[in-house]
């Protein structure tokens, strides 16, 4: 005991002078604190000598395999290993802290091996930098970045629930601030890999709002692509992108990002238009023009930004048509352009499969309405027909161009060809689409054709029809409720048809306003998006315990929540303009038929009073000449009531007038006097 005693004061006399003297400059792998077991020592040198041999820092990680344009494949960083000097844990469990001395500097950020950033700009060589041992809590730091390393080597794994939970739980510590952004990144990440696209836009959205002066400012942007393409509505995105509209983006996004913006503008233009905003729309409406010009012509999102440009001169043709006539018809003309280059880029193409020809087939039908619309709008009903005629049978916008080429028929005489379309419109394939307006144009043709007695049936069953709607509609306008009740009604008509509820007569009737409603893009796309994020909630149900029941899961549930009470909000605005709207049209419809209806009485009151003056005689209805002639690929077949799908488009009514020709009426009269 003496001996050991003695050996015990002369190594604390030792320890006591070497403090004393000032401690030569030494890296943390040479000082040995009296607390070191041989057993740590033994792993800081074996850290010593790993990264010794030229180990190079990674590039910027790479988008995902799947959604790089060109094809890109992730970089060996994206998905490294958890570093050598880290102890190998079990999945989704981080290591224990090392305890740290108080009142210590925080110390410098490790380099981001996990995911090949250097945030340090400090090279990482065998030995640490010169400093004494106060100024680094080097046990602390050691820590921090093997929690963070555990998150990565679980994304590496495609563990990307539990990498989402472990990064979390660093975001969750405040000691750890300085690694916050990182996590917050692996987080987003791993969320859209698991497909919670809304969920990461949220988590990228907060890196973003950092600033560009973080790591990962630019590679967040890039990923705002990405779930534009994954969501159904790529307008969630558009608010971010135009936040940083000022920032320089990468080359191969650059004309996806100017679309994005275009239409951005274009969503906003009509949003100001709808409110009478109209100076702050035009600059919304002159962006997309400006925009549109930016794009080169062979690029793949060319022809979408030439369509908005074709509806944005549209816009200012029809408004400076009164103003400036001239001015005016020089925007339609290069409207007319517009669409028609948009219908020369968008041919079918065998070389083009799947979505990209879907997309384009879509936005060629588009294309062509807009080209007949304009036609039309300009009193150019010959080509306005032509362009109608373009749309295929069984299409999106088909039964839409049947409607209103009618009308074009209507106006050039073609009365057969316009009642046949409507005999399409009335069949029973098409009993839940909502075409008011085609029982007046249907009474209007019977009184052009002197058909008075059917003119007014018509008219009768339209009054008994849409007088219904008409009241419920405008008691839902005049109760001024809020925006989600708005929305509400709409929800609870999708609800009825998803579970099959049973519907009364005027239900059925709003359903099919609320169904028409969905056809304005911008509601149709928001409405989209709920149902979306109401389905990304539900997805969290069919996630492993440990996730379904975790913070994070708690958080990213309220993120949703509030995201839907926002998109709620902003349907319910739009859906309560488009009840308006509909309540209108119809109060004019109404109106009209009031109209139609005293002029059919009058006019049948004209021909009474004409067959009294011929001396009571019955006045014979002018025999209707047509020809049952056919293209060679057609047959003649007389319609008997009965429908058949692949005849709808191709029914042509046969007209016979009723109309007595005024000059026989009196020839007639002046007979009779000369009898007497």
């Not at 950020?109 to 990482?124: I, K, R, V, W």
Request: glycine share 6%; aromatic share 10%.
């Amino acid at each position: 005991m003496m001996r050991t005693s003695r050996l015990l004061r002369f190594a604390l006399l030792g320890l006591t002078l070497v403090w004393a003297n000032p401690a030569p400059a030494q890296s943390f792998e040479g000082l040995d604190t009296p607390g070191a077991s041989k057993k740590k020592r033994g792993k800081q040198a074996a850290k010593k000598k790993k990264p010794a041999r030229g180990k190079k820092a990674a590039p910027v990680e790479a988008p995902p395999e799947e959604e790089a344009t060109p094809a890109a494949s992730e970089t060996p960083a994206d998905a490294a290993a958890t570093p050598a000097e880290a102890p190998t844990p079990s999945p989704g469990v981080a290591p224990d802290p090392v305890p740290t001395p108080e009142a210590t500097p925080t110390p410098a950020p490790a380099q981001t091996e996990g995911l090949g950033l250097d945030l340090t700009g400090s090279s990482s060589k065998g030995t640490a930098p010169t400093m004494s041992f106060d100024a680094v809590d080097v046990s602390g730091k050691t820590a921090d970045r093997q929690r963070l390393d555990v998150a990565v080597s679980l994304f590496k794994n495609d563990e990307y629930e539990q990498a989402s939970m472990s990064a979390y739980e660093v975001l969750q510590d405040p000691k750890m601030s300085g690694l916050h952004t990182e996590a917050r990144y692996v987080v987003a990440k791993a969320l859209y890999r698991m497909g919670l696209y809304h969920s990461a836009l949220g988590e990228f959205s907060k890196i973003l709002a950092l600033g560009p002066q973080t790591k990962f400012f630019k590679t967040s942007l890039e990923w705002l692509f990405f779930i534009s393409r994954k969501t159904k509505n790529e307008t969630v995105v558009l608010d971010e992108i135009a936040r940083y509209a000022n920032y320089e983006f990468p080359e191969k996004f650059r004309s996806e990002f100017r679309y994005l913006l275009a239409r951005y503008h274009f969503v906003r233009g009509r949003a100001l238009d709808q409110v009478g905003q109209t100076a702050e729309a035009d600059k919304s409406f002159e962006e997309v023009k400006r925009l549109a010009l930016t794009v080169p012509r062979t690029d793949a999102f060319y022809p979408r930004v030439k369509f908005l440009q074709g509806i944005a001169l549209f816009r200012f043709g029809t408004k400076q048509k009164s103003a400036d006539g001239r001015r005016g018809d020089t925007n339609m003309m290069q409207s007319i352009e517009a669409m028609k280059e948009v219908v020369r880029l968008t041919r079918p193409n065998p070389a083009k499969g799947g979505e990209e020809a879907k997309l384009d087939q879509s936005l060629r039908e588009l294309a062509f309405m807009q080209l007949a619309r304009t036609h039309y709008g300009m009193q150019q009903n010959r080509y306005a027909i032509f362009y109608f005629n373009k749309i295929e049978r069984g299409t999106t916008q088909w039964l839409e161009s049947m409607f209103e080429s009618s009308w074009a028929n209507y106006r050039v005489g073609q009365y057969e060809q316009a009642l046949g379309n409507l005999i399409t419109l009335s069949s029973p394939f098409f009993r839940e689409e909502y075409f008011p307006e085609a029982l007046i144009l249907k009474a209007v043709i019977y009184y052009e054709n002197c058909r008075y007695r059917e003119s007014t049936l018509i008219l009768q069953d339209f009054e008994r029809t849409y007088l219904p709607v008409h009241d419920q509609l405008d008691q839902l306008v005049k109760k001024n409720m809020d925006a989600g009740e708005y929305y509400s009604v709409l929800a609870e008509v999708q609800k009825k048809n998803k579970e099959g509820l049973e519907k009364n007569g005027t239900d059925i009737i709003l359903e099919r306003i609320l169904r028409l409603a969905l056809t304005d893009q911008d509601l149709k796309k928001t409405n989209d998006s709920i149902l979306e994020l109401e389905n990304e909630m539900d997805l969290f149900g069919e996630k492993k315990d440990t996730f379904k029941y975790s913070e994070l899961s708690k958080a990213l549930l309220e993120g949703l929540k509030e995201q839907r009470v926002s998109l709620i909000s902003r349907a319910g605005i739009m859906a309560k303009g488009k009840l308006e709207s509909e309540l209108m049209a119809l109060k004019q419809l109404l109106a009209n038929g009031l109209r139609i209806k005293f002029e059919t009485t009058t006019k049948e009151k004209e021909f009474l009073e004409e067959q009294l003056k011929a001396g009571g005689r019955t006045a014979i209805v002018k025999k209707y000449r047509y020809s049952v002639a056919v293209p060679d690929d057609q047959l003649y077949w007389p319609y008997e009531g009965e429908y058949w799908r692949d005849e709808l488009g191709t029914y042509q009514y046969t007209m016979t007038k009723g109309c007595i020709e005024r000059d026989s009426a009196n020839r007639d009269v002046q007979a009779s006097s000369q009898a007497r």
